[in-house]
């Protein structure tokens, strides 16, 4: 199983990035995706998922309205897309997929099986 994000980098405060993450290895249409960032010196917290066969998304409060997890299940991509984005945006950013269906939005890393080595976003104004 692979997980592989790219699309991170600098940008200034307001402006935009899209996250990507190629799946490889499982099952990708049946399992939780999700898209977690950590800061330096703080837990990894979850950004948005796709849970109950990606019919349903959960987003954190902190990123509702300015970020869109989506897919494409042909190609086993996971995007996030970031706009209006904010200092405290700054982090690495993974990829998680956990083994197995969800019927509610999964928010503990732990209990997601697989993770990306993650790709660094950088705000700044």
């Known amino acids: 199983v692979q997980l592989v994000e790219s699309g991170g980098g600098s940008v200034q405060t307001g402006g935009s990035l899209r996250l990507s993450c190629k799946a490889s290895?499982?099952?990708?249409?049946?399992?939780?995706m999700g898209w977690f960032r950590q800061a330096p010196g703080k837990e990894r917290e979850l950004v948005a998922s796709?849970?109950?066969?990606?019919?349903?998304?959960y987003y954190a409060d902190s990123v509702k309205d300015r970020f869109t997890i989506s897919q494409d299940k042909s190609e086993s991509i996971l995007y996030l897309q970031m706009s209006g984005m904010k200092s405290e945006d700054t982090a690495m950013y993974y990829c998680a997929a956990r083994d197995g269906y969800c019927s509610i939005p999964i928010k503990r890393p732990n209990d997601f099986t697989w993770w990306g080595p993650g790709t660094q976003v950088t705000v700044s104004s």
């Open positions: 796709m849970y109950n066969n990606a019919q349903n998304t």
């Open positions: 290895g499982f099952t990708y249409s049946t399992n939780c």
